[in-house]
């Protein structure tokens, strides 16, 4: 059974940080590209970031970049994302997702495996 587990979720003031956490099991994901997404109300989920099992490669949303990281645990098998900087508009419920692919996709419907989701709410 895969199991995408998030969590680190929360309520934080504009301009702070958080560190979001993905446990996975079930599997090993060392050949699986690691991503994150996040859907806000009304609005379709969105891709953020992934990280490849290749190398060191990694890409992310326009929308954050500069100010959000991935990064990859392949011996706890945890993908962790830090978010810094926020802004209100970056509200929205986070989710992991995994695909066994060390191409980056940004489309939700490429991946294979979701989480559940944590809440991450930016107040102005």
């Known amino acids: 059974q895969v199991q995408l587990v998030e969590s680190g979720g929360g309520l934080v003031q504009a301009g702070g940080s958080l560190r979001l956490s993905c446990a996975a099991s079930?599997?090993?994901?060392?050949?699986?590209?690691m991503g994150w997404f996040r859907q806000a109300p009304g609005k379709e989920r969105e891709f953020v970031a992934a990280?490849?099992?290749?190398?060191?490669?990694?890409m992310y949303a326009d929308a954050v970049e500069g100010s959000f990281t991935i990064s990859r645990d392949k011996v706890k098998n945890t993908v962790n994302l830090n978010v810094s900087s926020l802004k209100p508009e970056d509200t929205a419920v986070y989710y992991c997702?995994?695909?066994?692919?060390?191409?980056?996709?940004?489309?939700?419907?490429?991946?294979?495996?979701w989480g559940q989701g944590t809440q991450v709410t930016v107040s102005s």
């Open positions: 997702a995994a695909v066994r692919s060390y191409v980056i996709p940004r489309s939700s419907s490429a991946y294979d495996y």
């Open positions: 079930g599997r090993t994901f060392s050949s699986y590209t």
């Open positions: 990280d490849s099992w290749i190398g060191s490669s990694t």
